[in-house]
């Protein structure tokens, strides 16, 4: 299915953005937003096929509540996102007249704000994975095999981020299960495609 593909266009897109160091100016900043944004906007375009591909064998609670969290999660990722880099490219204009400390404490202010978006977008995408895996295990092509681990992996995502909020819980100790959950919903992507092009999805 071409939204198996959208998935894993998206989580790339996502990985250019923030690994690759993006020039400083105007045009840096213009391409980090639009790959970065590429991936909630395609993230809701994967969620309706794992939506629909569910849907064409049995209909569920379980798979709409689905759908319904990972559209919220992606629209306030998205929203995250336009906050955290308005204030990475205007910090520097709205600081001005202000000492170094003053400066950095108003940085630090500004952090939290897309900090709690962040983990705001981590219960809802992680209150969708459960939902998901309850739903995915009664369907062919995916099974227990694929639904237990979303399951587990949602529940790990909201417990890690309570457990050191408003902190992001890698750089408090414990670790980052983002990267993980990536590289499985790329393995999700890759199944839909997979099943779309033998006809059972």
């Not at 593909?5 to 160091?21: D, E, N, Q, R, T």
């Not at 219960?123 to 459960?130: S, V």
Request: glycine share 14%.
């Amino acid at each position: 299915m071409k939204s198996g593909l959208a998935g894993i266009v998206g989580v790339g897109c996502y990985f250019l953005a923030v690994l690759i160091a993006w020039p400083e100016n105007q045009v840096g900043t213009s391409i980090c937003l639009i790959l970065i944004s590429a991936f909630p906007i395609l993230g809701i375009v994967f969620s309706y096929g794992i939506h629909s591909a569910v849907a064409t064998q049995k209909e569920s609670t379980a798979n709409r509540l689905g759908f319904v969290f990972a559209v919220a999660a992606f629209a306030m990722l998205l929203g995250m996102i336009m906050a955290q880099l308005a204030v990475g490219a205007g910090i520097g204009e709205m600081a001005k007249g202000l000492d170094d400390t003053g400066a950095k404490a108003f940085r630090r202010g500004l952090r939290l704000i897309d900090l709690g978006l962040d983990v705001a977008w981590d219960f809802l995408i992680g209150t969708a994975m459960i939902f998901w895996g309850v739903a995915l295990r009664g369907r062919s092509g995916f099974g227990p095999a694929w639904g237990v681990p979303l399951v587990v992996l949602g529940i790990a995502l909201i417990l890690l981020n309570a457990s050191t909020f408003p902190w992001p819980p890698g750089s408090h100790g414990l670790f980052d299960i983002g990267p993980w959950i990536a590289l499985f919903f790329v393995g999700v992507g890759v199944r839909l495609i997979m099943l779309g092009r033998a006809g059972s999805a």
